[in-house]
């Protein structure tokens, strides 16, 4: 069974900083894709940004500048670091990676931006 699991959320000022870290079970180098996606309260969840194997990125519009997705093959993680955070970044983030025939959700993590 894959896992993925989640980490540094938490609270943080409008303007400052957090990164976000996923960690995978399997090798990095069996996952074609990883994405972070986040859903805020009564919100459809979104996809916020991405990076294929071949280190291709892809942001929404709303975290381009601001956020950068990055993948650590050796490690099996993909961090995701946000500046510049805005209340609006406010939501459960969750990471997710495409594999062979099959995809995987983390459990997700909660990021409050507030002043």
């Known amino acids: 069974q894959v896992q993925l699991v989640e980490s540094g959320g938490g609270l943080v000022q409008p303007g400052g900083s957090l990164r976000l870290s996923c960690v995978a079970s399997v090798s990095m180098f069996t996952i074609y894709s990883v994405g972070w996606f986040r859903q805020a309260p009564g919100k459809q969840r979104e996809l916020v940004a991405s990076i294929t194997s071949s280190i291709s990125t892809n942001y929404a519009d709303s975290v381009k500048g601001r956020f950068t997705i990055s993948r650590d093959n050796a490690k099996n993680t993909v961090s995701l670091q946000m500046n510049s955070v805005k209340p609006d970044d406010t939501a459960v983030y969750y990471c997710?990676?495409?594999?062979?025939?099959?995809?995987?959700w983390g459990q997700g993590i909660q990021v409050t931006v507030s002043s």
């Open positions: 997710k990676i495409w594999m062979w025939m099959a995809e995987y």
